[in-house]
């Protein structure tokens, strides 16, 4: 592997680690830990645990009651890393979080990681914890996992938020998608995804299998275009303006929900899409105290009220 293209992934995955462990408050440029921020709010989980589904023991926490709304996590990551400061944002709300095959406290089988598989097993979990229709969040890959819900289970999903999630391969810039090919185990050695991997119990001997497999359902092509735009659920899409995601992949999905005219001729779309300034694809998770107020007001707002007049 080229000598820069090793050290910038392995930066990278650095920085995953840390920006999605600092808290709400990164904007007041602190740097407090997932537990640190969790404790220092006084959050618990009201129900954790593992569930059996479709031969999985999949780890999940729950928190707050009110309107259900279910985090999906990104590649490599797991509840504490991806979620800890975005929990206590979602206030007034039931906030169900769990961790993908493989990843985190959810052990991996002898299945093939794949995007509709992660959202089966996230519809047994909601049937598990009898909850028949939830507001479905997800980031990177856990934007993937959210799209094939949808699509798979659409009675289940009331609205949809995707955070720098594709619904077809090519939906990263080139090089983006090219940079897939060049993962290898080595990359992580010594990386926080490494030391979290190890943290949970896992098989140290078993990373190098970790890491292969995850990156494996990006190694292939996927399009889900068609189904995507069928889906009837409300939808908020949002990238970074220096994302991996390109414009023109969320504008097409965005114009396909009733985007690109104007509201004021033509009313409003039930969808939105947001594109947020100054902000990165692993930088998105730093930014909740921007996301986490349009997403709420997407989720709670009255989508066939009239747009405003003066």
Not at 24 to 31: A, G, H, I, R, V
Not at 169 to 177: F, K, M
Not at 197 to 210: L, W
Not at 271 to 290: D, E, V, Y
Request: with cysteine.
């Amino acid at each position: 592997m080229n000598k820069y293209i090793r050290t910038s992934l392995w930066i990278i995955m650095v920085a995953v680690t840390t920006s999605c462990r600092q808290g709400t408050t990164n904007e007041q440029n602190t740097s407090t830990s997932s537990k640190d921020t969790a404790a220092a709010q006084n959050i618990k989980p009201v129900d954790t645990g593992y569930v059996a589904v479709n031969g999985l023991k999949m780890y999940y926490e729950v928190y707050g009651s009110g309107k259900p709304i279910v985090l999906l996590h990104g590649s490599y990551m797991n509840i504490p890393l991806n979620w800890s400061h975005i929990i206590p944002m979602l206030k007034d709300r039931k906030v169900i979080v769990a961790e993908m095959q493989g990843h985190g406290r959810t052990k991996d089988i002898s299945r093939e990681l794949s995007y509709e598989g992660m959202a089966d097993d996230v519809s047994e979990l909601l049937k598990h914890l009898k909850v028949d229709s939830a507001d479905i969040l997800g980031y990177s890959m856990g934007g993937g996992v959210a799209f094939q819900f949808a699509v798979r289970h659409p009675e289940q999903v009331r609205r949809l938020v995707i955070l720098s999630g594709t619904y077809a391969h090519d939906g990263w810039w080139p090089d983006v998608e090219a940079m897939y090919a060049t993962f290898t185990p080595d990359v992580f050695k010594g990386s926080p995804i490494q030391k979290q991997y190890d943290s949970f119990g896992n098989d140290p001997a078993r990373f190098a299998d970790y890491v292969k497999k995850v990156i494996s359902i990006d190694l292939k092509p996927y399009d889900w275009s068609k189904e995507v735009k069928k889906i009837q659920a409300p939808l908020f899409i949002a990238i970074g303006d220096a994302d991996g995601v390109r414009y023109e992949h969320a504008l097409e999905l965005f114009r396909a929900k009733g985007g690109g005219k104007m509201g004021d001729i033509h009313g409003m779309p039930k969808s939105r899409l947001a594109i947020i300034p100054g902000t990165t694809h692993i930088g998105m998770m730093q930014r909740g105290g921007w996301l986490i107020p349009m997403i709420t007001d997407f989720l709670d707002a009255d989508l066939n009220a009239p747009p405003p007049t003066f």
